[in-house]
């Protein structure tokens, strides 16, 4: 069955690193548009960036600069490196593709930056 399974958060100080690994099955993962998505404690969930299948990028403005998403289609793997990290960007982090127009969402992982 289809599935997505984060991991890699914790507590990090502003100015540390996190690496967010999301793990695929199910589904043909190297033609999927596969995102990163947060959401903050009482703030609707938002886009932070999404990679294509040829390895074409996006980023929320926020991010831009300090964040990286890469994909391992052969280990059908998504990862968002995450550097300069801000006490802002402290929320919980879902991997995500659309399947037959429905979002898939994995479970979260949980960032904290203090």
């Known amino acids: 069955h289809v599935q997505l399974v984060e991991s890699g958060g914790g507590l990090v100080q502003p100015g540390g690193s996190l690496r967010l690994s999301c793990a695929a099955s199910g589904f043909t993962f190297a033609d999927s548009y596969m995102k990163w998505y947060r959401q903050a404690p009482g703030k609707e969930r938002e886009f932070v960036s999404g990679i294509g299948s040829d390895g074409s990028t996006l980023y929320v403005n926020s991010v831009k600069g300090r964040f990286t998403i890469s994909r391992d289609n052969a280990k059908n793997m998504v990862y968002l490196q995450m550097n300069s990290l801000k006490p802002e960007d402290t929320a919980m982090y879902f991997c995500?593709?659309?399947?037959?127009?429905?979002?898939?969402w994995g479970q979260g992982t949980q960032v904290t930056v203090s």
């Open positions: 995500s593709f659309r399947r037959n127009f429905i979002d898939v």
